[in-house]
């Protein structure tokens, strides 16, 4: 059998923002996660701050096999092969996680001011993530390099969350 899988499936200075990140080194050690930051269970009432929520989607595997269609066949007296054996190819899909919400710390609307929005950007820039002004304006182009810092570390969204703008100096470390 022939197996083969595809996975589917915001304030501190901005001093603190403009050191540009070094490219990693082939046996350095894994980014930071944020995969931990999130939760399946929505904030409850009287929990402290801002939430966001995210849809993440289903894993899915594709499976490829080769299926046994007819055995060979053998020359009884000789032993020699006389028909090939015949396979036909079989592929299909199977959900290796569901599709689930997920729920993380993110920083308060209020909290994110033209200032604050502009040395996010000017951080995520340094990193090599945002190529535009830092104008201050949570636009697309922000959204996306946000979600181009938050993926590899396991948080799949263009939301910024706590912990994401904690790394990178935006706000304070409360833990």
């Known amino acids: ?19 540009p990140a070094a490219p990693p080194l082939p ?13 399946a269970k929505p904030p409850q009432p009287g929990e402290g701050g801002c939430f966001a ?3 993440r989607p289903a894993v899915l595997e594709t499976v490829t096999e080769q299926v046994l269609v007819q055995p060979e066949q053998r020359d009884p007296a000789t032993g020699k092969v006389t028909r090939p054996a015949a396979y036909r190819t079989s592929t299909h ?6 599709r689930a919400e997920m729920w993380f710390k993110s ?3 209020a909290d ?16 090599g993530l945002y190529k535009g002004q830092a104008h201050g304006v949570l636009d697309p182009a922000t959204s996306t390099a946000i979600r181009a810092y938050q993926a590899p570390r396991g948080l799949l969204s263009a ?5 994401a703008a904690q790394e990178l100096g935006l706000i304070a470390w409360t833990e």
């Open 1 to 19: 059998m022939i197996r083969l899988t595809c996975l589917l499936p915001v304030a501190a200075l901005a001093l603190a923002a403009c050191t």
């Open 27 to 39: 046996d350095a050690p894994p980014q930071p996660t944020l995969a931990g930051e999130w939760r």
């Open 53 to 55: 929520r995210q849809t």
């Open 93 to 98: 899909q199977r959900i290796v996680e569901g």
């Open 107 to 109: 920083p308060c609307a």
């Open 112 to 127: 994110l001011t033209p200032d604050f929005v502009a040395s996010l950007q000017r951080a995520l820039k340094a990193r």
């Open 159 to 163: 939301t910024l969350s706590t912990r």
